[in-house]
């Protein structure tokens, strides 16, 4: 069982950043594809980003391409989202999730998830 708790949220100006990280226990952190995604107000969750278990191989939605980064330290069992040139829309609840298949952009592919941490970006 893998306990996820994310942290790193808050409010930023537009153009601004941040960074998000999600930390691992209860697992073995580098068994796990990890995702990154985000659930807006009056909006269905949808995917952000994900990881595989070695870092290598990334995929991102293409609303946050060029500006999103993910990573991961498999020693420090932490996911971290790196969150730059922010747009008030992407105002959410951002959730990291594992999962023990690679490169998922379903939710129900993932099989733990975090408490989220809310983002919010004014204009």
């Known amino acids: 069982q893998v306990q996820l708790v994310e942290s790193g949220g808050g409010l930023v100006q537009a153009g601004g950043s941040l960074r998000l990280s999600c930390a691992a226990s209860?697992?073995?952190?580098?068994?796990?594809?990890m995702g990154w995604f985000r659930q807006a107000p009056g909006k269905d969750r949808e995917f952000v980003t994900s990881i595989n278990w070695g870092g290598a191989i990334t995929y991102y939605a293409d609303s946050v391409k060029g500006r999103f980064t993910i990573s991961r330290d498999n020693v420090k069992n932490t996911l971290y989202l790196d969150l730059n040139s922010l747009k008030p829309e992407d105002t959410a609840v951002y959730y990291c999730a594992a999962s023990k298949c690679t490169g998922q952009r379903s939710g129900s592919e993932y099989d733990y998830w975090g408490q989220g941490t809310q983002v919010t970006v004014s204009s």
């Open positions: 209860g697992g073995t952190f580098s068994d796990y594809a």
